[in-house]
Structure formats: C-alpha cells, structure tokens
C-alpha cells in the first residue's frame, strides 16, 4: 500500500472527521441558542430566518475557493488533513503556502509533490501547518480583550481619518504587509525561472492577478457585487487551466 492510499484509509477520515463534526455541532449549537435569544428580544421570526438563509447562501459560495484548496493538497497530502486543516480555523493561502514551505525543508527541494513523501515528511507537514495557525487562536486569550479596547478607543479616530480624505495608519501597514507578501512570492517565481528555466509559476501568477483585476473591475466599477463570491475560485481556475495548458 503506497503512502497516499494509507493516507486515504477509513480510519484517517474518521480522525479527520472526529472534530469537524464537534465543531458542525457547536455552530448548530449557537445558532440555536442565537435564534432563541433573537425571539426573546421580540425579533419578527421571519426576518430571522431570512438572515440565516442568506448566511448560509453567501457562505457556500465563497467556499467554492476552499474546496479547490481541498483538492490541490490531497494529491500529495491525502484527503482527510486538507479536509480537517481548511475546515478548522484554516485559510487557503496559509495551508499550502506553509506545507510546500515544511515540504522543503523536510527534504523535498522542490517542494510539495516533487518527490515521495514519506510518512515522517507527512507528519512534519501537518505538525507545522498545525502548530503554526494555533498561534492565533493562542494569541487571543491572552491580548485578544487588550486589543479590542484599543481598536474601540481608535476606531473613531480612524472615522474621523477616513472624513476627511486621510487614510487611517492601520489600512496602510496592512497594504505594505500584502504587497511585501505579494513581493515575496513574485520574487521566488522570477528566480524558480532564472535558475531552473521554469515560468509557469509566474505565467501562472500573472494571469491569476489579470484575471482578478478583471472581476475586481466588474464587481467594483460595474457594480456587479455578486461577483465577490466567485473571484477568488474563478481566478484560481482560470490559473490552474493555464498552468495545464503549458505542461501539455
């Protein structure tokens, strides 16, 4: 039996589907607890159920992205850890951005799938992208009241900011974070490129951003909003058919 198909067994759903189930049911939980509490307020029951309806509609859309996420890792990774990692507290850039990341530096040069994984590279894999995304969650308890008291104490600060034509300092340090970030990756395909003679990484990035430019630009300008739930799916389909296409 080769690594994937025991990554693959029964008993690794069941483990996978073991706190997915906890977590489904504590949402179902509050859910029912919030509704109950919104009838006790007087809340007309109707204009409950329309907002859990489109709760509900608005979120699965979105995870059409998280979906392909899914299926991108259980090539190498098996079905069951994408499955658990993308449905507790996980996010599709971080996952597979940190398991190529762990993939490296457990002895795959090339990253995530350009090798045999082996189950120590496995469990290394889910180790950090595990341990890595509970800092968080960890950090919360400890400063998460601290930080709220500050954001409340700022935030009309921030509004008076935004009134007048001033953009607050905390959207700025959050656009140079995301265009470092951005900057990171594109520098690591100019040089995957230069060094190994392979471009489908940036090709690929490049038309992926081309083509979210172009559903930012209908959802944005056209006013076309419902389009916010299928930019992130669709471009990274759109990249995944490109990058099938030059390996043809």
Not at 44 to 70: E, H, N, Q, R, Y
Not at 185 to 209: C, D, E, H, M, R
Request: net charge positive; proline share 3%.
């Amino acid at each position: 039996m080769s690594i994937l198909e025991n990554l693959n067994t029964p008993l690794m759903f069941i483990i996978a589907a073991v706190p997915i189930i906890f977590i489904a049911l504590t949402c179902l939980f509050f859910l029912v607890k919030s509704y109950r509490a919104g009838l006790a307020m007087g809340m007309d029951k109707k204009k409950l159920k329309t907002a859990i309806t489109s709760s509900a509609t608005f979120t699965v859309l979105p995870s059409v992205s998280i979906l392909l996420g899914v299926i991108t890792l259980s090539g190498t990774l098996g079905i069951p850890l994408p499955w658990l990692r993308l449905s507790v507290i996980g996010a599709l850039h971080y996952e597979g951005n940190v398991a190529d990341i762990a993939a490296r530096a457990s002895g795959l040069p090339g990253g995530l799938g350009s090798g045999v994984l082996t189950a120590q590279t496995f469990v290394t894999i889910g180790m950090v992208m595990t341990a890595g995304i509970l800092i968080g969650a960890i950090l919360c308890i400890f400063v998460l009241k601290s930080y709220l008291a500050k954001v409340n104490k700022t935030g009309g600060k921030a509004k008076d900011e935004k009134a007048s034509g001033k953009k607050p300092f905390g959207d700025v340090v959050f656009s140079a974070m995301f265009i470092g970030l951005v900057s990171a990756y594109i520098g690591s395909y100019l040089g995957t490129g230069t060094s190994q003679g392979n471009w489908t990484p940036l090709i690929v990035a490049g038309v992926s951003a081309a083509a979210m430019g172009i559903f930012e630009y209908f959802s944005r300008v056209k006013n076309v909003k419902w389009l916010d739930n299928f930019s992130m799916a669709c471009s990274m389909l759109v990249g995944m058919a490109v990058a099938v296409v030059i390996n043809m």
